[in-house]
T-cell receptor, first 114, second 110 residues
Framework: GAGVSQTPSNKVTEKGKYVELRCDPI?????LYWYRQSLGQGPEFLIY????????DSGLPNDRFFAVRPEGSVSTLKIQRTERGDSAVYLC????????????FGEGSRLTVL | LAKTTQPISMDSYEGQEVNITCSHN???????ITWYQQFPSQGPRFIIQ???TKVTNEVASLFIPADRKSSTLSLPRVSLSDTAVYYC???????????FGKGTSLLVTP
């Protein structure tokens, strides 16, 4: 596709449930990033993939959060036992450079945990 | 990662030039300065990136003094559609874990 695609755009779930958020990066981009943005705050780094491997997962808040990118393209962010504090917009970005460079963001997946 | 400080908000009228300054006193030698723009319900969008002196593209200019401890994003002749949050980021080109901070909320009015 022309840009980074994220699904679902909105997800409402109950506390304790499992959630998966999907990111389809720009074709050919080897770098993929996940960020989380709470209301009134800037995006907060979660995890960075280079190809299939997670090069840096230091931003994941705890072990309830996990992300995969098995074929080096689509990535899934998985959140177990969701908590109300997980409510936020989850942003995915991709880049054609191995390090840094211009990040192309999707429109995000808004997660609401009731 | 270098810490950045920028105004929380700014107001401007249409047609004026807007300058948003970002302080980054502990910028490292290999750090670049990057600015992003974000509209409500959208992901951030890259505006401009620079290392030193001046960089200009079709939407903005970035001024970086010799000591690189600050930078100024300049938006010429803003329009209502420039109302957005603007983020200043500092990090090495390998600094993928970019700290966006809270950004500057720019409001442009007629």
């Amino acid at each position: 596709g022309a840009g980074v695609s994220q699904t679902p755009s909105n997800k409402v779930t109950e506390k304790g449930k499992y959630v998966e958020l999907r990111c389809d990066p720009i074709s050919g981009h080897t770098a993929l990033y996940w960020y989380r943005q709470s209301l009134g705050q800037g995006p907060e780094f979660l995890i960075y993939f280079q190809g299939t491997g997670a090069a840096d997962d230091s931003g994941l808040p705890n072990d309830r959060f996990f992300a995969v990118r098995p074929e080096g393209s689509v990535s899934t962010l998985k959140i177990q036992r969701t908590e109300r504090g997980d409510s936020a917009v989850y942003l995915c970005a991709s880049s054609h450079q191995q390090f840094g460079g211009e990040l192309f963001f999707g429109e995000g997946s808004r997660l609401t945990v009731l | 990662l270098a810490k950045t400080t920028q105004p929380i908000s700014m107001d401007s009228y249409e047609g004026q030039e807007v300058n948003i300054t970002c302080s980054h006193n502990n910028i490292a030698t290999n750090d670049y300065i990057t600015w992003y723009q974000q509209f409500p319900s959208q992901g951030p969008r890259f505006i401009i990136q620079g290392y030193k002196t001046k960089v200009t593209n079709e939407v903005a200019s970035l001024f970086i003094p010799a000591d690189r401890k600050s930078s100024t994003l300049s938006l010429p002749r803003v329009s209502l559609s420039d109302t957005a949050v603007y983020y200043c980021l500092v990090g090495a080109n390998s600094g993928y874990a970019l700290n966006f901070g809270k950004g500057t909320s720019l409001l442009v009015t007629p």
